[in-house]
C-alpha cells in the first residue's frame, strides 16, 4: 500500500517532470503554468557562486507575461542540445503543504544565429507549496556545482 506521504513525492515528480516536459517541447505556456504567483528566483553568476552576496534578480518577482515571453524569447534565439535531469531528493513537510526537491541539471543551448553555447550545469533546489490550484514552483535556487558531488 502507498503511504500519503510516497503519493505526495509522486506528485512532486510530475511537477518536476511538467516542468522538464516544458523545457524538453519549449513550451513557454506550460512552463509559466507551474509556477506560484510570489515566486522569485534568484540566480548566481555562475554555477561556483555559493555566496549568495554575488546572486542577481534576471527577472524579479513572478510576472506570467513577462516571463513567458522571456522563455519565449530563449526558444526563438536557441536550439535545445540537450536536457538531462535527474532528481535526488523529494522532501514533503509533516503537514503535506510543503515540499523540497533536489535536481542535477545538464542543459545545453546553442544560438540559432552565433552558435554560442548557453550551458545550465549544477544542483538546483526547489521549493513547492501547496496551493487552492495544486502544487506551485514558489522558489527555486540557481544551479550550483557542489566540489564533492558529481552532478549530472
Known sequence: MISAKDMLRAE???MIDTETRAW????PELLVS???ADMVWPWPPDNTAHDPMAWVFVQGRFNRDRWRDRWRELFENYILVHNHRETLRIEVSAEGDGAFAVVDVDTLWRHRETGDALHWKGRAGKGYTLTEDGWKLIFHTGLLIY?????A
Open 12 to 14: 512532486i515528480e510530475r
Open 24 to 27: 524538453d517541447e519549449q513550451d
Open 34 to 36: 507551474i509556477f506560484h
Open 147 to 151: 566540489p564533492d558531488e558529481i552532478v
